[in-house]
């Protein structure tokens, strides 16, 4: 059964009825078209007697002409075409329906566009298509609720275990002592983790909705659009049924639709049907438009027939949750970390927990009255399951302080306080890695245009011949002529002409939009004049290999056809075997001729120039060849061409860029300009942007990608790092520089915009696309996409990754040796007298401390200019270094030395009975972690209150923590075990406390070796077997 029966079937019911309903509407179609027709013809006639009228009025009166544009919006009627039938029709390819229907100009009539205006643009408009067709975009897996982190946090083993703990406490407590007093171990225990859950669920919640938003950033595409016949740009999102959308190289298909029409359009379709192979799209043999599908070769206009949940992608979108909760490499590294501490932790806590049940068992501990806890045949079984269950309880939670579950959270939270600034700063992330991964950046591979350069270009000379023309009017007619020609046929940029402005508006590429201003305003080039008076016949599209493009055309009254090609002046003058002079004749290039004109476009070159040239040659109608699917030609002509003439085109370096270029050579990172640009250009604004030295040996420094590309791999081993600035080359010599750099063991990061640049992008350690000028291909490759597309922004990336290892470190350090000294102080307390001073609950208030809120002040902490003086940190380098070690071990020592002599000498130091003791001891340790916060902004700089006023939120979460600290103490004393302490015992706890300072101080006084502590410890284990 065809295709066209297939649609019919599910429009019409009954075979022979079928017939009869497709010629009524048919008829109706031809009868609403011809009365259109006839509504026109009558409109025009009316409107020419109007005119008639209005201009024999205004020879005799004085008047004012009020221009009214009608809003027809509310009149919009789409009876002709439904959504279901365009669906049907573009997912089956069905083109028998297609042809049906009247084609591609059907089906755009019936939508009400057009192809060269477009739709119109106001809102009223916009909104009923939307109402009638739908939105573009897709229905979102909801995200998960608070309360889901809430169980995801309940369903710890440690958590599970201490809650068993809590509740046999709890029982026991309240059928040992009653309701009233019985109640409080246990519900503190509750309390405590209660407070640990809904901190930490809080936290994740709040990141999941950050990084939701990130993603919405990350899709929200900008496309191109023709709207009240003029081409514009908007969001992805906002795109209707109707719409005439724009298509180059690299742009990602926002809609499914139609061919409207364009030339050698080549789709991507792997992530539609995971086929490799390129798809060609034509009016007559595939028309057919996917979204979600790239452009790799061509250009095009489509007529959007689909969006949102109707389109083949967003069926499949609607289907697939995304999933952000990526573990970076980082996060892999401390995941280990924690494992390795939670298994030294766990063995802590059983060896706590044996001496503990021992002594109890064998009575050798005693209640707050000093009578023996346990007598065997006495004491109750409720007691002893109580007295149990509290041991247990201790022993858990000295788990639960080992374990640095908050390292994961740090990262986290690091991760995403530095993606919202990079954001700010004109970065979007893509993939959580690169944060991290961007801190051991050495080298940067940059493109030139648009990174290092404004990529505002003007023409800021023309040659002709040998002769540079300011005036346009000494060019010849005919080269003139041509000019318009080779300039408004052969591009992808448009030119829109507007009533109200006198100014005309260019758009396309930099290049494209600086050529066009130049022919339109310099040399009266009418476009519009051009594409009625002008057939295209063929066009190869520019791209970053070929570095030109070319067309075929012929004018409409004419037979003659002629072939126009544009691009890199020194190829496009090796095609070259004739050029015109500045009276238009035509003569032939010999050997000195031809190497004038290169001195031409080197002088051009030197001065910062792009250069582009234009080329001719009008060739015999039988050379090309016409079948049934129009044109047919392999290839257009590359030799014999006569030469237009050339531009130099300015584009000035961005302010900034020069400095942005040092501060990376200060932090050990090497810059590398790769360009498509000669070598000359290349050359000369290498040493504008400081990349090169105005006196460095440029032997080694500068080269062209096909030098690079010839070199054998031990030569390209052997200069890699020698090279500066590669010229003429292409997204192969990019991929082959980033992977030479590779091998020699760099971390790489490399900027680019195209869609030939993907290899690249993605071999690198870190990919930055482009976010203004950069294709979909590109950012869907890349890390990272820097959205003002400026070198500057990407050095501020580098130091966001620098801040971001830094702050990791920072936190490392602080809970280690928070969990050091909980650890060895219960350990060595427990050993020698069977009592713990630190109970679950206060372990419990310590680690939410620590985890929570030391990670959230810790991990927001700004850049600080000192990470720039630093080396780049290496692929293998540990996570904890030597400086890491002497700070932690220092503070460590001190509060281990400390809380120990308060444990055993603090009643007699102090005259106090063991509550208060037990409550010093606490207030002290958690005081110390304050104080030690405050030493782990710095790992290396004495100073630790630099620059502290300007992170106000690291000052709240302390000052915050001693308010708390001060509640737990003072007034919580039933729920934290504690005694109310006067003055004078908080001010000992507060010296003792900022003692921390000056021993992280001397302790920085202390050097240390750059080798692992570690490679020790094997070096005397390989010594001593």
Same mark, same amino acid.
């Given at each position: 059964?065809?295709?066209?029966?297939?649609?019919?079937?599910?429009?019409?019911?009954?075979?022979?009825?079928?017939?009869?309903?497709?010629?009524?509407?048919?008829?109706?179609?031809?009868?609403?078209?011809?009365?259109?027709?006839?509504?026109?013809?009558?409109?025009?006639?009316?409107?020419? $007697?109007?005119?008639?009228?209005?201009?024999?009025?205004?020879?005799?009166?004085?008047?004012?002409?009020?221009?009214?544009?009608?809003?027809?919006?509310?009149?919009?009627?789409?009876?002709?075409?439904?959504?279901?039938?365009?669906?049907? $029709?573009?997912?089956?390819?069905?083109?028998?329906?297609?042809?049906?229907?009247?084609?591609?100009?059907?089906? =755009?009539?019936?939508?009400?566009?057009?192809?060269?205006?477009?739709?119109?643009?106001?809102?009223?408009?916009?909104?009923?298509?939307?109402?009638?067709?739908?939105?573009?975009?897709?229905?979102?897996?909801?995200?998960?609720?608070?309360?889901?982190?809430?169980?995801?946090?309940?369903?710890?083993?440690?958590?599970?275990?201490?809650?068993?703990?809590?509740?046999?406490?709890?029982?026991?407590?309240?059928?040992?002592?009653?309701?009233?007093?019985?109640?409080?171990?246990?519900?503190?225990?509750?309390?405590?983790?209660?407070?640990?859950?809904?901190?930490?669920?809080?936290?994740?919640?709040?990141?999941?909705?950050?990084?939701?938003?990130?993603?919405?950033?990350?899709?929200?595409?900008?496309?191109?659009?023709?709207?009240?016949?003029?081409?514009?740009?908007?969001?992805?999102?906002?795109?209707?049924?109707?719409?005439?959308?724009?298509?180059?190289?690299?742009?990602?298909? %926002?809609?499914?639709?139609?061919?409207?029409?364009?030339?050698?359009?080549?789709?991507?379709?792997?992530?539609?049907?995971?086929?490799?192979?390129?798809?060609?799209?034509?009016?007559?043999?595939?028309?057919?438009?996917?979204?979600?599908?790239?452009?790799?070769?061509?250009?095009?206009?489509?007529?959007?027939?689909?969006?949102?949940?109707?389109?083949?992608?967003?069926? =499949? =979108?609607?289907?697939?949750?995304?999933? =952000?909760?990526?573990?970076?490499?980082?996060?892999?590294?401390?995941?280990?970390?924690?494992?390795?501490?939670?298994? $030294?932790?766990?063995?802590?806590?059983?060896?706590?927990?044996?001496?503990?049940?021992?002594?109890?068992?064998?009575?050798?501990?005693?209640?707050?009255?000093?009578?023996?806890?346990?007598?065997?045949?006495?004491?109750?079984?409720?007691?002893?399951?109580?007295?149990?269950?509290?041991?247990?309880?201790?022993?858990?939670?000295?788990?639960?302080?080992?374990?640095?579950?908050?390292?994961?959270?740090?990262?986290?939270?690091?991760?995403?306080?530095?993606?919202?600034?990079?954001?700010?700063?004109?970065?979007?992330?893509?993939?959580?890695?690169?944060?991290?991964?961007?801190?051991?950046?050495?080298?940067?591979?940059?493109?030139?245009?648009?990174?290092?350069?404004?990529?505002?270009?003007? *023409?800021?000379?023309?040659?002709?011949?040998?002769?540079?023309?300011?005036?346009?009017?000494?060019?010849?007619?005919?080269?003139?002529?041509?000019?318009?020609? #080779?300039?408004?046929?052969?591009?992808?940029?448009?030119?829109?002409?507007?009533?109200?402005?006198?100014?005309?508006?260019?758009?396309?590429?930099?290049?494209?939009?600086?050529?066009?201003?130049?022919?339109?305003?310099?040399?009266?080039?009418?476009?519009?004049?051009?594409?009625?008076?002008?057939?295209?016949?063929?066009?190869? @599209?520019?791209?970053?290999?070929?570095?030109?493009?070319?067309?075929?055309?012929?004018?409409?009254?004419?037979?003659?056809?002629?072939?126009?090609?544009? #691009?890199?002046?020194?190829?496009?003058?090796?095609?070259?075997?004739?050029?015109?002079?500045?009276?238009?004749?035509?003569?032939?290039?010999?050997?000195?001729?031809?190497?004038?004109?290169?001195?031409?476009?080197?002088?051009?070159?030197?001065?910062?120039?792009?250069?582009?040239?234009?080329?001719?040659?009008?060739?015999?109608?039988?050379?090309?060849?016409?079948?049934?699917?129009?044109?047919?030609?392999?290839?257009?002509?590359?030799?014999?061409?006569?030469?237009?003439?050339?531009?130099?085109?300015?584009? !000035?370096?961005?302010?900034?860029?020069?400095?942005?270029?040092?501060?990376?050579?200060?932090?050990?990172?090497?810059?590398?300009?790769?360009?498509?640009?000669?070598?000359?250009?290349?050359?000369?604004?290498?040493?504008?942007?400081?990349?090169?030295?105005?006196?460095?040996?440029?032997?080694?420094?500068?080269?062209?990608?096909?030098?690079?590309?010839?070199?054998?791999?031990?030569?390209?081993?052997?200069?890699?790092?020698?090279?500066?600035?590669?010229?003429?080359?292409?997204?192969?010599?990019?991929?082959?520089?980033?992977?030479?750099?590779?091998?020699?063991?760099?971390?790489?990061?490399?900027?680019?915009?195209?869609?030939?640049?993907? !290899?690249?992008?993605?071999?690198?350690?870190?990919?930055?696309?482009? #976010?203004?000028?950069?294709?979909?291909?590109?950012?869907?490759?890349?890390?990272?996409?820097?959205?003002?597309?400026?070198?500057?922004?990407?050095?501020?990336?580098?130091?966001?990754?620098?801040?971001?290892?830094?702050?990791?470190?920072?936190?490392?350090?602080?809970?280690?040796?928070?969990?050091?000294?909980?650890?060895?102080?219960?350990?060595?307390?427990?050993?020698?007298?069977?009592?713990?001073?630190?109970?679950?609950?206060?372990?419990?208030?310590?680690?939410? $401390?620590?985890?929570?809120?030391?990670?959230?002040?810790?991990?927001?902490?700004? !850049?600080?200019?000192?990470?720039?003086?630093?080396?780049?940190?290496?692929?293998?380098?540990?996570?904890?270094?030597?400086?890491?070690?002497?700070?932690?071990? @220092?503070?460590?020592?001190?509060?281990?030395?400390?809380?120990?002599?308060?444990?055993?000498?603090?009643?007699?130091?102090?005259?106090?009975?063991?509550?208060?003791?037990?409550?010093?001891?606490?207030?002290?340790?958690?005081?110390?972690?304050?104080?030690?916060?405050?030493?782990?902004?710095?790992?290396?700089?004495?100073?630790?209150?630099?620059?502290?006023?300007?992170?106000?939120?690291?000052? #709240?979460?302390?000052?915050?923590?001693?308010?708390?600290?001060?509640?737990? *103490?003072?007034?919580?004393?039933?729920?934290?075990?504690?005694?109310?302490?006067?003055?004078?015992?908080?001010?000992?706890?507060?010296?003792?406390?900022?003692?921390?300072?000056?021993?992280?101080?001397?302790?920085?006084?202390? %050097?240390?070796?750059?080798?692992?502590?570690?490679?020790?410890?094997?070096?005397?284990?390989?010594?001593?077997?």
């Amino acid at each position: 059964m065809s295709s066209a029966t297939d649609y019919s079937k599910l429009l019409l019911n009954g075979r022979k009825s079928s017939h009869k309903r497709w010629r009524t509407a048919f008829a109706v179609i031809y009868s609403f078209r011809a009365m259109l027709s006839l509504a026109n013809d009558i409109l025009s006639k009316k409107k020419s $007697i109007n005119s008639h009228l209005l201009s024999k009025f205004s020879s005799n009166q004085p008047h004012v002409t009020i221009d009214v544009d009608v809003d027809d919006s509310s009149n919009l009627c789409f009876s002709v075409v439904d959504q279901e039938s365009l669906t049907k $029709i573009v997912k089956g390819k069905d083109l028998d329906s297609l042809s049906f229907l009247g084609g591609v100009e059907g089906i =755009m009539g019936s939508l009400e566009s057009d192809a060269e205006k477009g739709i119109r643009g106001n809102d009223e408009h916009i909104r009923r298509r939307r109402d009638v067709f739908g939105s573009n975009t897709y229905l979102k897996q909801p995200l998960k609720g608070f309360f889901s982190f809430v169980l995801e946090a309940f369903k710890d083993h440690v958590i599970l275990i201490l809650l068993g703990c809590a509740g046999l406490s709890l029982v026991f407590g309240i059928k040992e002592h009653g309701l009233k007093e019985g109640w409080y171990d246990g519900g503190s225990i509750f309390i405590a983790i209660f407070l640990v859950v809904v901190v930490s669920a809080i936290s994740n919640f709040r990141q999941a909705r950050q990084f939701d938003k990130l993603s919405d950033k990350s899709n929200d595409i900008v496309i191109d659009v023709m709207r009240d016949g003029r081409r514009q740009k908007i969001s992805i999102f906002e795109v209707v049924v109707g719409d005439v959308v724009c298509l180059k190289i690299g742009d990602q298909i %926002p809609a499914d639709g139609l061919f409207l029409n364009g030339h050698s359009l080549q789709l991507d379709e792997s992530s539609m049907t995971g086929e490799s192979d390129h798809v060609n799209v034509d009016k007559i043999k595939n028309p057919f438009l996917f979204s979600g599908t790239k452009v790799v070769d061509g250009y095009a206009h489509m007529l959007v027939t689909s969006v949102g949940k109707n389109t083949t992608w967003g069926e =499949m =979108m609607n289907s697939i949750s995304l999933d =952000m909760n990526e573990e970076t490499p980082l996060q892999a590294r401390l995941n280990k970390l924690t494992s390795y501490i939670g298994k $030294i932790g766990l063995s802590v806590a059983v060896l706590v927990l044996i001496v503990l049940l021992v002594r109890y068992f064998t009575g050798n501990t005693t209640d707050e009255d000093g009578h023996r806890e346990f007598n065997r045949g006495k004491t109750k079984i409720g007691e002893v399951m109580n007295s149990v269950a509290n041991i247990f309880a201790a022993a858990v939670t000295i788990v639960v302080v080992a374990i640095p579950e908050g390292l994961p959270l740090a990262v986290t939270l690091t991760l995403a306080y530095s993606m919202k600034r990079m954001m700010a700063d004109q970065a979007m992330v893509r993939k959580l890695s690169a944060c991290e991964t961007m801190g051991s950046v050495n080298t940067i591979c940059t493109d030139k245009t648009g990174t290092l350069t404004m990529n505002q270009m003007k *023409v800021d000379r023309f040659w002709l011949d040998e002769e540079s023309l300011l005036d346009s009017s000494k060019i010849a007619t005919n080269v003139v002529e041509l000019l318009h020609q #080779g300039v408004g046929l052969n591009t992808t940029g448009s030119v829109y002409t507007s009533t109200m402005v006198s100014e005309p508006e260019f758009s396309g590429s930099p290049t494209e939009k600086a050529i066009l201003s130049w022919a339109v305003l310099d040399l009266g080039m009418n476009m519009d004049g051009l594409k009625r008076s002008w057939t295209i016949l063929h066009v190869e @599209a520019f791209n970053s290999e070929k570095k030109q493009s070319g067309i075929l055309v012929r004018k409409n009254d004419e037979k003659s056809i002629h072939v126009h090609r544009k #691009g890199a002046a020194e190829m496009i003058l090796a095609m070259c075997s004739n050029y015109f002079d500045s009276n238009g004749t035509i003569n032939a290039i010999d050997e000195q001729k031809r190497m004038k004109l290169e001195q031409i476009i080197e002088a051009m070159a030197a001065q910062s120039l792009r250069c582009i040239a234009f080329a001719h040659k009008q060739i015999a109608e039988d050379i090309v060849t016409n079948g049934n699917d129009g044109v047919q030609i392999e290839k257009l002509s590359e030799d014999g061409l006569t030469l237009l003439g050339m531009v130099g085109l300015k584009d !000035p370096c961005r302010p900034g860029v020069r400095m942005a270029v040092e501060a990376c050579r200060k932090a050990g990172v090497a810059v590398k300009m790769i360009t498509g640009d000669n070598v000359f250009t290349a050359r000369a604004i290498a040493v504008e942007c400081g990349i090169l030295g105005p006196d460095q040996d440029m032997n080694g420094a500068v080269l062209e990608g096909k030098d690079f590309r010839s070199y054998s791999t031990e030569q390209r081993m052997e200069m890699v790092n020698r090279i500066c600035v590669m010229a003429r080359s292409s997204p192969f010599d990019k991929l082959l520089m980033v992977q030479t750099l590779k091998q020699k063991g760099q971390v790489v990061a490399v900027t680019g915009d195209g869609t030939n640049d993907a !290899p690249a992008l993605k071999e690198s350690d870190i990919g930055l696309s482009m #976010g203004i000028q950069g294709t979909e291909v590109a950012k869907e490759s890349s890390d990272i996409v820097i959205l003002d597309d400026n070198f500057t922004s990407i050095v501020t990336v580098l130091q966001w990754g620098r801040c971001v290892y830094n702050n990791i470190q920072k936190f490392i350090q602080f809970q280690l040796s928070v969990n050091v000294a909980a650890l060895l102080i219960n350990f060595i307390a427990a050993i020698s007298s069977g009592d713990v001073p630190l109970t679950a609950v206060q372990l419990l208030w310590v680690n939410l $401390i620590m985890d929570t809120l030391g990670a959230l002040a810790l991990a927001t902490e700004r !850049p600080a200019k000192e990470l720039m003086d630093q080396k780049p940190v290496g692929r293998t380098e540990p996570l904890i270094t030597n400086i890491m070690w002497r700070n932690l071990i @220092a503070q460590a020592l001190y509060q281990i030395t400390v809380l120990l002599i308060l444990q055993f000498k603090g009643k007699s130091i102090f005259g106090v009975d063991e509550r208060v003791r037990n409550t010093l001891i606490f207030n002290t340790f958690v005081l110390c972690q304050v104080f030690n916060e405050l030493n782990a902004r710095k790992l290396e700089k004495k100073n630790v209150f630099e620059g502290i006023h300007r992170n106000r939120l690291f000052i #709240g979460i302390v000052g915050f923590t001693i308010i708390l600290q001060v509640v737990m *103490v003072e007034f919580l004393n039933r729920f934290a075990d504690t005694e109310r302490l006067n003055w004078g015992q908080w001010g000992v706890c507060v010296g003792i406390a900022a003692v921390s300072w000056p021993i992280g101080w001397l302790g920085k006084c202390i %050097p240390v070796s750059d080798k692992p502590l570690f490679s020790y410890l094997k070096q005397l284990v390989f010594f001593k077997f």
